[in-house]
């Protein structure tokens, strides 16, 4: 997959440079709004991030020039900005998702995830896990033949967001800014990350044992697995 | 009231007061205007009288020792003459009574003695009073139905007057006062009046508009760019350390220390997010378009929530009384100020403590509260509580920086809700929300 990374700021798109690639992915990256613009109008990309607060360029008509020039390319804004209309203007004019900085690199990848899921169409995602078959299209899991429904909405996401980046240990503010990202509040403690993995297992356990959850001593909770 | 209405209604008042007064005062007007009238009139006739007997000679009339009299056939006047004692002297007008032909009959009389020759003689002069009196009534009534008829003429007049005058004061109102929906702001438009006073207002209001709207211009810009300054360097350091977890030759150790980093990255993202929130409510840049019903929201919260009532099994009990469809709020901000109330009740609750939420009509206002069982809160301190930044002396050891309460407030103060505490402490807090109407679509 081709990515389009347009960021100012060298730092910061040094980094998803260094991320992206690891995952596997094709990274072009530029600093500016005008070599963004020529990049664009000569290359496809599947994947475009686009930074708003662009100093040299308005970051939305750059929006426009992608949905004209890169008609299959899904666009992901990334701001730092706090217009609270922004969100919706860059829906509108065609992005696909929009993210507000400080993101998570794991979270980005989660979106990324997301959309060639709806764009692309992926066939049934289901992975195997010692019997149990998560299927992440219809958010399912089943234990052999037998379902597993006792799950809930939110138990299902924390095991998807494990699984999406599955051997890699995720620690509970991770978790908990995927789980709770949307609500504001005045913790800085995500402790209750440990009572929804610990009614996972309970729940899991009611079929066999879910030794791929593992606790990271200090750190977090990975999915170990080699599906 | 309007100002117009007033004016017009106190114009009426005064005016009818008068005319009511003027009214009432009339017959005794009327009653002296027509005595004094009737006394001029007896006079001349006696002067003319007196003017015939010098010419003339007492002769004309009496003759001898008889007496002279003489009236109208319907014996509304009369006029006597008498020879009277020598000694007798009498000049006055006064009503008495007088007897003429079995009728006795109300006077007004002139009486007068005079002398003509060593003889003296008595003269009267009498106009029945019911003749002088016959006209008040009539003229009362006319005067009545006149100046009511000026009255009302003038009362529609005034009214047509002032609300021309007062023109300019509505168009002040209807255009910049009411329909102001703030922060848009529409550019200025001048009213045309010619009452300098209108014109001060209208330039007043005009400047304070552009003073406040410079001011939440200002601090638009300032939230942007503080928000972009401030989140990008965050933005920077939690790709990093993320990227840093990942490499394999980072040690279990170095791990350990990165998470702490983590940590206390998240709570300064955390701060700079809870507060830009603020800043943003306090600036209306949000929308209220959102709808939703009470069970609807309570029920999200109660899903978003559940997972944090295990710790210290907490029982949470949703009491939806009366379901309402709410309107014209934000969602996503009422959600946070229910989600952060209930979050507090939860923290500073005691093990297998209680939580009531509860929704329900209440002396005509829809309210929303949310009871526990925790720790309460001191009487000294219930007045700080939703200041930013002002932990409670029992929270020190909690997790938080003292900005969930002012959340809660500024969404409160957005949606012009009216929140209540009631507290005692070592038994529980009851945060109370009370809707303004404009939120309530429809009871379902």
Redesign the interface.
């Known amino acids: 997959m081709n990515i389009l990374i347009i960021e100012d700021e060298k730092a910061l798109a040094q980094e998803l440079e260094l991320f992206l690639t690891k995952n596997n992915y094709v990274c072009e990256v530029c600093y500016n709004g005008s070599s963004a613009s020529e990049k664009i109008a000569v290359n496809l990309y599947d994947f475009i991030l686009l930074d708003l607060g662009l100093p040299d360029y308005e970051g939305l008509d750059l929006l426009k020039e992608a949905r004209q020039t890169n008609p299959e390319a899904a666009c992901i804004i990334l701001t730092a900005r706090a217009e609270v209309n922004d969100r919706v203007i860059g829906l509108d004019l065609g992005a696909d998702d929009y993210l507000a900085k400080p993101f998570s690199l794991l979270e980005l990848q989660s979106r990324m995830q997301a959309i060639i899921r709806r764009k692309f169409g992926v066939p049934q995602n289901v992975v195997d896990l010692d019997g149990f078959l998560v299927n992440l299209t219809d958010r399912t899991i089943m234990y052999h033949v037998n379902p597993v429904n006792t799950i809930t909405k939110k138990e299902f996401d924390l095991l998807a967001y494990l699984l999406l980046h599955k051997n890699r240990t995720l620690t509970r503010a991770q978790l908990g800014e995927h789980i709770w990202g949307s609500v504001i509040n005045d913790d800085y403690d995500s402790n209750f990350i440990d009572a929804h993995i610990k009614n996972i297992r309970k729940k899991l356990s009611a079929f066999a044992p879910a030794e791929w959850l593992e606790t990271v001593r200090g750190l977090g909770y990975r999915i170990k697995t080699n599906a | 009231m309007k100002l117009q209405t007033k004016l017009t209604f106190f114009n009426a008042i005064s005016k009818l007061v008068i005319v009511t007064l003027f009214v009432l005062l009339l017959p005794g007007v009327i009653e002296n205007i027509n005595k004094s009238y009737t006394d001029d009139r007896l006079i001349k006739q006696k002067d003319k009288l007196l003017e015939i007997v010098q010419q003339q000679g007492i002769k004309t009339y009496i003759d001898g020792d008889e007496s002279y009299g003489s009236y109208l056939p319907l014996k509304e006047e009369y006029i006597s003459l008498d020879v009277a004692p020598p000694k007798y002297h009498l000049d006055t007008i006064q009503n008495e009574k007088r007897m003429v032909e079995q009728d006795t009959i109300d006077y007004r009389i002139l009486s007068h003695t005079f002398k003509v020759g060593k003889k003296n003689y008595l003269l009267e002069i009498g106009k029945s009073t019911e003749s002088i009196g016959e006209t008040t009534k009539p003229l009362q009534n006319i005067a009545f139905q006149i100046l009511i008829g000026m009255v009302l003429l003038t009362i529609l007049a005034d009214q047509a007057f002032s609300s021309y005058i007062l023109r300019p004061l509505n168009i002040i109102i209807r255009t910049k006062l009411v329909s102001k929906k703030f922060p848009s702001f529409t550019a200025y438009k001048q009213v045309r009046t010619t009452t300098s006073d209108f014109q001060h207002l209208d330039i007043s209001i005009h400047k304070m508009v552009e003073a406040i709207e410079k001011a939440f211009q200002k601090e638009?810009e300032f939230?942007?760019n503080a928000?972009?300054e401030l989140?990008?360097p965050?933005?920077?350091?939690?790709?990093?350390i993320?990227?840093m977890?990942?490499q394999d030759d980072v040690a279990d150790e170095t791990?350990?220390r990165l998470?702490e980093m983590?940590?206390i990255l998240?709570?300064l993202?955390?701060i700079t997010?809870?507060l830009?929130?603020i800043s943003?409510i306090e600036n209306e840049?949000?929308?209220r378009e959102d709808k939703t019903t009470t069970a609807e929201l309570l029920q999200e919260l109660y899903?978003?929530i559940s997972?944090?009532l295990?710790?210290k099994n907490i029982s949470l009990v949703l009491l939806v009384t009366d379901n309402v469809e709410l309107i014209n709020i934000n969602k996503?901000l009422l959600?946070?100020l229910l989600?952060?109330l209930v979050?507090n009740a939860i923290?500073y609750n005691r093990t297998d403590g209680e939580i009531t939420v509860s929704a329900r009509w209440h002396n005509g206002r829809y309210q929303v509260s949310i009871a526990d069982t925790g720790i309460g809160i001191a009487e000294e301190e219930l007045p700080h509580i939703f200041n930013r930044f002002k932990k409670m002396k029992k929270a020190l050891s909690q997790?938080?920086?003292?900005?969930?309460l002012p959340?809660v407030k500024s969404i409160a103060d957005f949606h012009h809700i009216d929140i209540s505490v009631i507290s005692v402490q070592g038994e529980g807090s009851t945060f109370t929300l009370s809707l303004p109407p404009g939120t309530i679509n429809a009871a379902l």
Do not use: A
């Open positions: 638009r939230i942007s928000s972009h989140m990008t965050i933005s920077i350091m939690q790709s990093k993320e990227n977890f990942e791990k350990l998470l983590q940590k998240y709570r993202k955390s997010k809870t830009l929130l943003q840049q949000f929308l899903d978003e997972i944090r295990q710790d996503f959600f946070n989600f952060n979050n923290k997790d938080s920086f003292g900005l969930g959340i």
